[in-house]
């Protein structure tokens, strides 16, 4: 091209670029006006889809009350058989009506498996509460439903309480009739932003805001997100308009000016003759290399290795590592992992290890297994599994696979698995064996691998929201597992003295075994408190999901002991709130919940199903007796176990004691009983399942009030036992509790006796 062309060309092409600039900012000035109108068409859409959602929950009521008081209910509600055929004549639209005595006592005797969890926790919300439980949902047979309890009140007393199932789809297509304006509608189940997700409308880009408006009368909320404009330059509209009037004049100029110079045409030149020979061919570049090395690929051998379905346990997978779970079956599994992630149109996941001398081989498989299926593979190195937790938040995969044996001997490994924000337990795990058994794992991907650190997010994150009010001296033993390497530093961040013990990670667990629940592997932090007087002494499981706690007497604060006190703290700020504990658990958990103004709610044992029951309920407190808290208040932490982050809440509660009370003192004012630990008596695989099946048909406890939901729980007036069978290795658990030792030795003998009917052979543990 000649210097006249360019010469030409240049002012059209500055002109072109101008005018594209000018009608940018223009557009960028729309949207900068527009944007508060849009966030209030969104609001606007929230207010009013909350109160028609609240208006039709509200018909639906008085539906039910005008059915009640229209037939004469009041009179005959105590044959409750022949009052819900009634209230079902009456209520054709209802899918289903039962009714219940006033004080529920058939649903706190009812086995929750057959009654229906959901319904259990709906109507167990009505004890200790003054009003009636909220309007929520719940799943039939793959269908969602809108469930409400209402009373039959007679004398100044709830005589009777029924429960009614209701189509959800009245409440859909009142939700989907929504216009959000831009932005996004989510209706959901709960008040937290990790609660569980109904229904949706609008962009999926918006950013959901951390609060939504609630439904009235129901636990359903209903989220917003604010529109997201595409605006690149300073957010100012009148800044956007000059730069749009300077673009489109400017751009208007030069055209104007280039149409009156003249215009010189070029002398013709001939045309070159370009023989094909004389091009000139550019080399064929090689590929681009990774960013960061993969993990060294299995070998295609393992696909021949047997599995063993005993190592896929009821909330995780567990065996001994080089035995029931190898290289080649950890890759299976990945490969299974990352199948069922690729039918919910999830790519990335988080993977971290404990300090076993296993976890690097097994994590290395089943990260390959991952790739395989095309998964994107974020390796966290050596973590505890809360942190594997916290990565899937905080990293926006929602999914994670912690490899870990937990509190299990050196030679045991496994793994503890999220997929979409849910901690995989019974069928879910179950249904790994099943795609490795019949092959269906795909291969045709190629995720991708890379390293990740999270521990300095993670403690920042709790150090900026917990803080302890005064400098406590607090002992830390981590077992060798490793907890060692991150709990140390959280609790000096938070502004204690940290004393470390065994805080070195070494998978082989030379000190301890690394299991605070069982007393014998306190012996040398209560030592070690007790030598260096400090106010306290904390312990953790090998992978550090689990807390135990010694006080300065040597005493050993039982995990039961311990939800108490974080039950008060929380409840203290969300009065009202759930708060789930294992049936391991004292019976003086309740009223303490109680008179704090929560709602208690006994659960089955297990880290994956009281995270589901979380979900489903909104629980803002959980905890076990083996010592998992999980906290879920007021947007502070995620509702996962953690025993680090609730050995952070424990300091906090102590050193903000406004009496400076020491730890013992504060359980002092605690109610107390006399307890057994958490007992365990070893069985051959599989037989303590059989045993339980055999005890639930035989055994019978006249004068006690039984719970089924997990084994065996007999509740006297004055204490209680439980038989259940665990669901991490081969054994029967059993625990007592009682007001004296001699209700202690009583309960423990109508165990015994009912237990050895069955098998005399049996080694009892007491």
Avoid at 102 to 110: F, K
Avoid at 208 to 222: D, F, K, M, N, S
Avoid at 545 to 560: C, F, K, N, S
Avoid at 588 to 609: C, F, K, N, Y
């Amino acid at each position: 091209m000649s210097g006249t062309d360019l010469r030409r060309l240049i002012p059209l092409a500055g002109a072109t670029l101008l005018i594209v600039a000018g009608a940018f900012c223009a557009w960028q000035a729309w949207l900068i006006a527009d944007e508060g109108d849009a966030a209030e068409r969104t609001r606007a859409a929230q207010r009013q889809v909350v109160r028609e959602l609240g208006d039709l929950v509200a018909a639906k009521r008085q539906q039910v009350h005008r059915a009640v008081a229209d037939g004469g209910l009041a009179a005959t509600i105590d044959d409750h058989a022949a009052a819900a055929t009634q209230l079902r004549a009456a209520l054709p639209a209802a899918r289903a009506v039962e009714v219940y005595s006033g004080g529920l006592d058939e649903v706190v005797r009812a086995n929750y498996r057959e009654f229906g969890y959901a319904k259990a926790a709906q109507l167990m919300a009505v004890l200790g509460s003054d009003g009636v439980p909220p309007a929520s949902t719940s799943v039939d047979h793959g269908e969602r439903r809108l469930t409400i309890v209402e009373p039959v009140s007679g004398n100044g007393t709830v005589r009777a309480w029924i429960w009614l199932e209701f189509p959800f789809d009245d409440v859909a297509r009142r939700f989907e009739a929504a216009s959000p304006g831009g932005g996004r509608l989510e209706l959901r189940q709960g008040a937290g932003s990790d609660s569980l997700a109904l229904l949706f409308r609008g962009a999926r880009s918006a950013e959901l805001e951390p609060e939504g408006q609630q439904v009235a009368g129901t636990a359903l909320y209903v989220f917003a997100a604010m529109p997201r404009a595409f605006i690149v330059i300073p957010h100012s509209e009148a800044l956007a308009i000059l730069l749009s009037l300077v673009g489109l004049g400017g751009g208007a100029f030069l055209l104007w000016s280039r149409r009156r110079q003249p215009v010189a045409l070029p002398e013709a030149e001939p045309e070159e003759d370009i023989l094909v020979a004389d091009v000139v061919r550019k080399p064929r570049l090689p590929p681009a290399p990774s960013s960061a090395p993969p993990p060294p690929r299995t070998a295609p051998t393992r696909d021949t290795e047997a599995v063993d379905p005993s190592i896929f346990r009821a909330y995780d997978i567990r065996g001994v590592a080089g035995s029931a779970l190898t290289a080649g079956v950890a890759h299976r599994i990945g490969q299974a992992i990352g199948a069922r992630m690729r039918e919910s149109d999830l790519r990335e996941i988080v993977v971290g290890r404990d300090g076993r001398l296993s976890g690097a081989e097994l994590a290395g498989a089943l990260s390959d297994g991952l790739r395989e299926a095309g998964i994107d593979v974020i390796d966290l190195g050596v973590v505890p599994t809360p942190l594997v937790y916290f990565a899937a938040y905080h990293f926006g995969t929602g999914c994670g696979v912690s490899v870990t044996g937990s509190h299990n001997p050196p030679e045991y490994n496994g793994f503890k698995i999220v997929i979409g924000g849910e901690t995989l337990a019974e069928d879910a795990i179950a249904d790994l064996h099943r795609r490795i058994a019949e092959g269906r794992l795909p291969t045709d991907g190629g995720g991708t691998w890379r390293e990740q650190p999270v521990l300095d997010a993670y403690v920042s994150r709790i150090a900026g929201d917990v803080a302890a009010e005064r400098r406590l001296k607090v002992v830390v033993d981590a077992g060798n597992g490793a907890a060692g390497a991150v709990a140390p530093r959280v609790l000096e961040d938070i502004g204690c003295e940290v004393i470390p013990l065994y805080c070195d990670v070494d998978g082989r667990f030379p000190n301890h075994h690394p299991d605070p629940s069982d007393p014998r592997n306190l012996a040398d932090l209560i030592a070690a408190v007790n030598t260096i007087g400090a106010d306290l002494g904390v312990a953790f499981d090998g992978d550090g999901d689990r807390l135990g706690v010694v006080t300065q007497a040597g005493e050993i604060v039982y995990p039961d002991r311990l939800l108490m006190l974080f039950a008060q703290d929380v409840l203290a700020r969300n009065p009202g709130a759930t708060v789930i504990y294992d049936v391991k658990c004292t019976g003086h958990l309740r009223p303490v919940i109680q008179e704090a103004a929560g709602v208690p709610l006994m659960w089955r044992t297990g880290h994956s199903l009281i995270k589901a029951k979380m979900r489903e309920t909104g629980a803002a407190l959980a905890g076990e007796m083996s010592g998992h808290f999980f906290f879920a208040d007021n947007n502070r932490w995620y509702g996962f176990d953690d025993g680090i982050y609730a050995a952070a809440r424990l300091l906090e509660i102590v050193a903000g004691d406004p009496e400076e009370r020491s730890v013992g003192e504060i359980f002092d004012g605690l109610p107390k009983s006399v307890s057994t630990p958490e007992l365990r008596m070893p069985m051959a695989e599989g037989a303590h399942f059989r045993f339980m099946e055999a005890f639930r048909a035989s055994a019978s406890f006249e004068d006690a009030r039984i719970s089924t939901i997990d084994g065996i729980r007999a509740d006297w007036s004055d204490g209680w036992g439980l038989v259940r069978a665990s669901n991490t290795s081969p054994a029967l658990i059993f625990r007592f509790d009682a007001d004296s030792s001699r209700s202690l030795d009583r309960i423990k003998q109508a165990f015994r006796q009912r237990l050895l009917a069955v098998d005399r052979t049996l080694a009892l543990p007491f």
